[in-house]
């Protein structure tokens, strides 16, 4: 007698502008920026698409908080757990928290973010997510012919600033290499009172024959007072000999660059 098995496997798809899978949800933007004095209200659109050929689905929208790691992860927790946490000051409308999509129906959802008259704290950012759970999973075929069921949860960065004076600073703290000798590590850290993305730019100079050797950038993220230790990959075909690696922090423009470098000998 054959038997079919039937799995349910529980998707966590965060952060991507667009989010497809076999269900066919698509949720954008990735990220909602919101500005506005205490006791002053803004509102932006989520909107959440059904792409799916034949299946309706049942959505769900939900709060929470999160954070960068010390890696520039994301780390989630518990909506109001966190001390820059927003949750608390998101109102959604009753008939936009639980609601069902045909094949191809579209909605858009109205996020309304309301700091406090009186703020508990001093920081000029805080931030929450906003999950959009697929309640009823529904049916698929895993790559070895298995029975699964299939759902998503997306989720929606919110970032909200006061309208005071933002200040970006990064500081680099230290440039060494790795233990492996096979990266480069740059410790550096958010001392400024926003949200602050840029890139790492590395270019090494063969101090015995002036060759230059420019490294893929590398993106990163970074909320108010976060450290970040960054592994910057040596390419493997760079050659023996002693070099200058020049790392270079650029969050915004001439204004916002720091520049580190490190003497080094790759054997």
Known sequence: MNRSYIFIVFSLLLFCSQLKAQTGVSVSPPRLYFESDAGKSTTQKVTV???SAKNSLDMAVSLGDWEYNETGENKMSPANTLPTSCASWISIKNEDTYFTLAPGERKDIDVT???PGTLSDQMLAHTAVLYVSQ???VNDVDNKGA???VSI??????FHKLTAKASKKIEIHNLTLAQSKKDLSILFENQGNIWTDGKIQTELVNTENGNKVSLDQIIFYTMPGNKREVNIPLPSTLLKGKYTASVMIDYGDNNNLELAELNFTHE
């Open 49 to 51: 698409t059904n792409v």
């Open 113 to 115: 973010i309301t700091p």
């Open 135 to 137: 309640m009823n999973p």
């Open 147 to 149: 029975n699964i069921k």
């Open 153 to 158: 949860r997306s989720g929606i960065k919110l």
